[in-house]
């Protein structure tokens, strides 16, 4: 059992953490990171160890003692109070950050940079973080777009960014944005990569959440069929899952045009972009850990089953969940809703 399907908080679980984590595998992570509010990370050290060593990482030289747990975080699960988990802070320092900071509207649970996301990033802000990670922030703001731009100017040159935030309306979001929304915008803007998931949440009779599945928006197909590129449609829990890179000479303020109105210029832009995502040999960040379940499932969509592999939707060979057991692993469906002050 994953989570009730109205519950859940600003927070990384572990479909944040594993992305994360895999992320980190195929280039470290390191550096200046700003986390958007302070994480409330659903894992204790050990658990956070062990994720680190099944995905290859030596945690032999680590000592737990020296392990910071989280005093910061308020706004926590029912049941998740009193738990014993590792900080944000230390999270990122394991994995080789040097500075960690929260960025927030104001100082609540110990933010360090202060602002509104729906204002102009200041100057001062701008090519700050190597690393920025949002557990489900830019759904509770009322401008996405500005918001989007201003953790775009965040980044420095080659910096990076994983976002989770709210594609259905489970939970209290103030906009839900489609994964295409993010990937044209990376696109549009030269980023060197962009991985767009879908996570959709398997519900049982009990009105619970017991797995998900993930799917990718295949760059490939949208680069060959263009306005045939799918739309995901599903009546189910979603969130999208982001990732994305930011390149020597990539822009912030170019906002796209949506596929079925782009004209041959426009997509001969496009395409000259998205081209240069395409030659990028990051593997898949994000899995699914239950059979595919979702129907009728549109071109351009592909399951990553539970070993990364990108494979068709339909009669997908998905084995038996990775993680178990999820009440211990998986945790809450922690960044599916956030609070904001």
């Known amino acids: 059992m994953v989570g009730r399907l109205w519950e859940g908080v600003l927070g990384l679980g572990i479909h944040v953490i594993e992305p994360l984590i895999r992320e980190h595998r ?19 050290p050990e ?13 032999s030289v680590l000592d737990l003692n020296n392990i910071e747990i989280d005093n910061s975080t308020v706004d926590r699960l029912p049941g998740f109070e009193e738990k014993k988990f590792i900080s944000d802070r230390s999270l990122f320092k394991l994995l080789g950050a040097t500075t960690i900071r929260a960025l927030d509207r104001s100082d609540y649970e110990e933010a360090e940079i202060i602002h509104d996301l729906s204002l102009p990033l200041p100057s001062n802000l701008h090519a700050i973080a190597d690393f920025i ?16 731009k201003n953790y775009c100017d965040l980044l420095k040159p080659y910096g990076r960014i ?3 935030n709210a594609f259905s309306c489970y939970g209290t979001p103030y906009c839900i944005m489609p994964p295409n929304w993010y990937l044209d915008y990376f696109i549009a803007n030269g ?18 959440v017991e797995g998900w599945n993930s799917y990718w928006l295949d760059i490939d197909w949208l680069q060959k069929e263009r306005r045939r590129m799918g739309r995901f449609v599903s009546n189910c829990i979603m969130a999208c899952v982001i990732f994305a890179e930011k390149g020597a000479n990539s822009t912030t303020n170019f906002y796209p045009i949506q596929q079925d109105y782009r004209s041959a210029e426009d997509w ?7 081209a240069v995502m395409q030659k990028s040999s990051r ?28 494979v068709a939707p339909i009669a997908a060979p998905i084995v038996a969940p990775i993680v178990k057991p999820p ?9 599916l809703v956030s609070r904001r002050r």
């Open 47 to 59: 658990e956070i160890l062990e994720i680190l060593t099944q995905q290859g990482i030596d945690t």
């Open 327 to 335: 009440e211990k692993r998986v945790g809450p469906l922690a960044g």
């Open 268 to 274: 001969e832009f496009f395409s000259h972009h998205l």
């Open 283 to 310: 593997p898949h960040l994000l899995r699914s850990n239950i059979p595919a379940f979702v129907p009728d499932v549109l071109g351009g969509h592909m399951l990553i089953d539970s070993e990364f592999n990108a």
């Open 162 to 164: 994983l976002m989770l």
């Open 133 to 148: 990670v949002d557990g489900s922030t830019l759904d509770n703001t009322f401008d996405p777009a500005c918001t989007l």
């Open 191 to 208: 980023f060197l990569d962009c991985k767009a998931y879908v996570l959709a949440f398997g519900q049982s009779e009990r009105d619970k």
């Open 26 to 44: 195929y280039r470290p992570v390191s550096g200046d990171v700003v986390t958007i509010g302070r994480q409330t990370v659903y894992h204790s």
